[in-house]
């Protein structure tokens, strides 16, 4: 069993930058693909950003060069640092992990998931 805590968001203007932090409890990160999901209101759960235990990285291509997702294996957190922001970045941010991901972009490839956090871009 895996516990995932979000942390981080809130409402930033559009340009601006926020950092969203994800505490895994119950197995260590280094064992598990972790990944970030968000959720506007109205829509899909959709991809954003992923690192396999070893570090590897997948980025949705809406969020190339502006997102960077990395991790703390002695903290057990994994962080999205989010620059460059706009308002269709506007929705709740889900942490997800899993043993193996068959599918980066298939929220159903993920078993354990946090609450969430909002991050709002104003314009």
């Known amino acids: 069993q895996v516990q995932l805590d979000e942390s981080g968001g809130g409402t930033v203007q559009a340009g601006g930058s926020l950092r969203l932090s994800c505490v895994a409890s119950?197995?260590?990160?280094?064992?598990?693909?972790m990944g970030w999901f968000r959720q506007a209101p109205g829509k899909e759960r959709d991809f954003v950003a992923g690192?396999?235990?070893?570090?590897?990285?997948y980025y949705a291509t809406s969020v190339k060069g502006r997102f960077t997702l990395s991790k703390d294996d002695a903290e057990n957190t994994v962080y999205l640092q989010m620059n460059s922001l706009k308002p269709e970045d506007t929705a709740i941010y889900y942490c997800?992990?899993?043993?193996?991901?068959?599918?980066?972009?298939?929220?159903?490839?993920?078993?354990?998931w946090g609450q969430g956090t909002q991050v709002t871009v104003s314009s």
């Open positions: 997800a992990a899993a043993s193996y991901v068959p599918d980066w972009y298939n929220p159903n490839s993920y078993t354990y």
């Open positions: 690192i396999t235990g070893l570090g590897s990285l």
């Open positions: 119950g197995r260590s990160i280094s064992s598990v693909t």
